[in-house]
């Protein structure tokens, strides 16, 4: 299987902080 680029931790921070109301632009920026 291949390996991802982010933990399924990271993921579901991004995740959350997307949904507390920042916008995605912004959480793709900070998370790269």
Known sequence: ???TRFSE???IGVLKE???G???AEVC???G
């Open 1 to 3: 299987m291949k390996r």
């Open 9 to 11: 931790e990271q993921i």
């Open 18 to 20: 997307q949904e507390s």
């Open 22 to 24: 920042l916008a995605t």
């Open 29 to 31: 920026r900070r998370h």
